[in-house]
């Protein structure tokens, strides 16, 4: 009975992360990473233990003296994270892109190497689904560049590099290139660029040796004024959704998988009706079942939850405030139970469970305080 108790025990404590066991702790609770956008000591990755049941976080280990990590990336094999690193972001400095090796499920992080973003205010990170590619967005230099990996992780000098050039018609956002994001679409054989100083999603081919070329088709246009953001492709491979930062609004596009070319469907508001007030939007995510997309109001300070149809269309569920100021970034854990929220001004995580039948979100437990979250990453 005195070993089974002490057992227990032990258990228990692995499981709140307080000794650390040497295989996966609580097998089915995943791993978050989330990035703390502050200068100097102040910039850290957290890890927490998401717990599936309750919707719980509980601290495990904060990686600090990285600066500015706006924008955080997994690899595919669940062993190295990709962080931004700045000392000044968006400055004339060029930012840095930092490669991490996890040590187990403890939440620790080894700084493996660091290379050049090769550009300003870098925003957004991917890793190819073969781990040997690393796609980055920057926002205020309005480049896109892609890099190596290495055997062991880290990463190599930057292999492809585009600059962006043009402007659209909101002087005051969109004088010059802006890209916000770049991601790795269904097949892994084309990345796509959101650029809200162009209006546009840029399309690339994404080549051995961690190499890009522009696509037959450039790019596809939004509408004028409309300032893309994010981007996600459905787990069908069929529709890409873009949220529009400056006009609050997503675009679902038909993805033809043979082409690589891109059509618009349909675009819909993500604010409430009669909404008068500043509000720009931020992030998207869509339901590992492709059922349900959400995306975010700062401003508004909500989340919009939308019905997928059977060809992609969206149907607006309902808008749920997001607990907290400015939510900036989303994640949704591989079983479609929860929804996180980090509300990067409001300084906290707020967690949601998702209705498996309607989609409608529920605020779950009390919000997690922590500085300026701005990227959350999930490793099941």
Same mark, same amino acid.
């Given at each position: 009975m005195k070993r089974f108790q002490i057992a227990t025990t032990c258990f228990a404590m692995i499981?709140? +992360?307080? /000794?650390?066991?040497?295989?996966?702790?609580?097998? &089915?609770?995943? /791993?978050?990473f989330v990035s703390a956008f502050e200068p100097g000591e102040r910039?850290? /990755?957290?890890?927490? =233990? $998401?717990?599936?049941?309750?919707?719980?976080?509980? !601290?495990? *280990?904060?990686?600090?003296?990285?600066? *500015? !990590? #706006?924008?955080?990336?997994?690899? !595919?094999? +669940?062993? *190295?994270?990709?962080?931004?690193?700045?000392?000044?972001?968006? +400055?004339?400095?060029? @930012? @840095? /892109?930092?490669?991490? @090796?996890? @040590?187990?499920?403890?939440?620790?992080?080894?700084?493996?190497?660091?290379?050049?973003a090769r550009g300003t205010a870098a925003c957004y990170l991917q890793v190819d689904a073969t781990g040997k590619a690393l796609v980055v967005a920057n926002y205020s230099s309005g480049s896109v560049a892609s890099l190596p990996i290495q055997a062991d992780g880290s990463l190599g000098p930057a292999t492809s590099f585009f600059q962006h050039v043009g402007s659209s018609i909101d002087k005051s956002r969109q004088g010059e290139a802006h890209a916000h994001c770049f991601v790795i679409g !269904? &097949?892994? =054989? #084309?990345?796509?660029?959101?650029?809200? +100083?162009? &209006?546009?999603?840029?399309?690339?081919q994404l080549l051995p040796g961690a190499k890009l070329a522009p696509h037959t088709q450039p790019f596809v246009r939004t509408l004028p004024g409309a300032g893309p953001r994010h981007l996600t492709f459905h787990p069908n491979g069929k529709s890409m959704y873009v949220i529009n930062e400056l006009a609050n609004s997503v675009s679902h596009f038909h993805y033809d998988r043979a082409t690589g070319f891109l059509s618009e469907r349909q675009t819909v508001s993500t604010l409430p009706k009669g909404f008068d007030g500043t509000s720009y939007c931020a992030d998207l995510k869509v339901t590992p079942d492709g059922r349900f997309l959400y995306g975010t109001n700062r401003g508004h300070d909500s989340i919009a939850a939308y019905r997928i149809g059977p060809e992609g269309q969206l149907e607006l569920i309902g808008i749920e405030p997001s607990r907290g100021k400015g939510p900036q970034n989303l994640a949704i854990t591989p079983g479609g139970e929860w929804l996180i929220c980090a509300n990067m001004p409001g300084n906290?995580?707020?967690? $949601?469970g998702i209705d498996p039948a309607t989609g409608a979100l529920k605020a779950a437990g009390n919000t997690t305080d922590l500085p300026a979250p701005s990227c959350i990453q999930i490793l099941p």
């Open positions: 499981c709140a +992360g307080l /000794i650390p066991s040497v295989r996966s702790t609580c097998a &089915d609770d995943p /791993i978050l910039g850290a /990755i957290q890890a927490y =233990r $998401f717990d599936l049941k309750t919707g719980s976080l509980a !601290p495990l *280990h904060r990686t600090a003296d990285i600066e *500015h !990590p #706006f924008f955080l990336a997994l690899a !595919p094999n +669940g062993k *190295h994270l990709y962080s931004i690193h700045a000392r000044n972001f968006g +400055g004339k400095e060029q @930012e @840095e /892109i930092v490669a991490l @090796e996890l @040590e187990g499920r403890t939440g620790k992080l080894r700084l493996l190497n660091r290379q050049s !269904p &097949d892994n =054989r #084309f990345a796509f660029a959101a650029d809200l +100083g162009l &209006d546009q999603v840029l399309i690339y906290n995580l707020a967690v $949601f």
